[in-house]
């Protein structure tokens, strides 16, 4: 299981948890205004039925102990062993692989790209060309892809022949993350010796979740491409 399904899986958890545990302290609260208690009949295998009764303690028990399980399971981290700037960079880029990866994105390099029906979706991991040994910075670079434009505007050699893996440049629609965030300011990731990776994860992974693949989700046909076609992210300088 890969690390970014591990995520999904404890916040899909934590939500079952907490709702669980929200419906039985809901249910207390009940038993308890209006002075409640269920009773039922437990049968015995070797006696007489025995008569039980559940008062409003009960399910807040148990809204206690579903909180107290869902929050274990949502402050759940890993522990990592101690990287470099290198390893770092080489850990959250496999994360981000891996997420892409898991959106049926195909991964050649730093490139991404996904067909969807007429479009195509392209993803590019770009360097800060500053990058040293102490800091690595980075951003992420996404396009819309139609073949009809890549003829129209990049078939310099007028071949009629669309390439199998297009890159974000030859997109008609292209954005950087920055330009999707409620900032509109261009971002750049940074790894340093001081980063905390899986904080650093836990921020991009929102990113693509909450930007990225909305952004893709909003072309599915050409004629959704087309209104848009050749506007190009704003933020700094490839």
């Not at 959106?103 to 991404?112: C, D, I, L, V």
């Not at 310099?156 to 893996?165: R, S």
């Not at 491409?225 to 506007?231: A, D, G, W």
């Amino acid at each position: 299981m890969t690390m970014a399904m591990k995520n999904r899986f404890q916040r899909q958890g934590f939500i079952i948890l907490m709702v669980c545990s929200a419906i039985m302290l809901g249910i207390g609260i009940f038993m308890y205004l209006l002075d409640i208690d269920s009773s039922s009949i437990v049968t015995s295998r070797y006696g007489d039925p025995v008569e039980g009764t559940i008062s409003w303690q009960t399910p807040i028990l148990g809204a206690v102990v579903l909180l107290a399980l869902g929050i274990m399971i949502r402050f759940d981290k890993p522990s990592l062993p101690k990287m470099d700037v290198q390893e770092k960079r080489t850990f959250i880029f496999g994360k981000i692989a891996d997420s892409l990866k898991e959106n049926e994105f195909k991964k050649r390099g730093n490139h991404f790209f996904k067909y969807n029906g007429s479009v195509g979706y392209c993803a590019n991991i770009q360097n800060d060309k500053w990058n040293n040994a102490m800091q690595i910075r980075f951003t992420l670079n996404l396009g819309i892809y139609t073949e009809r434009f890549w003829l129209e505007h990049y078939d310099f050699k007028h071949t009629g022949i669309a390439p199998a893996f297009p890159k974000e440049y030859e997109c008609a629609v292209r954005e950087r993350i920055g330009d999707l965030l409620p900032t509109n300011e261009d971002r750049w990731y940074s790894i340093t010796s001081d980063t905390d990776v899986m904080k650093l994860w836990d921020d991009i992974e929102h990113d693509l979740t909450d930007y990225v693949m909305p952004f893709f989700t909003g072309y599915n046909t050409e004629s959704d491409v087309v209104p848009n076609q050749c506007i190009n992210r704003k933020g700094g300088k490839r």
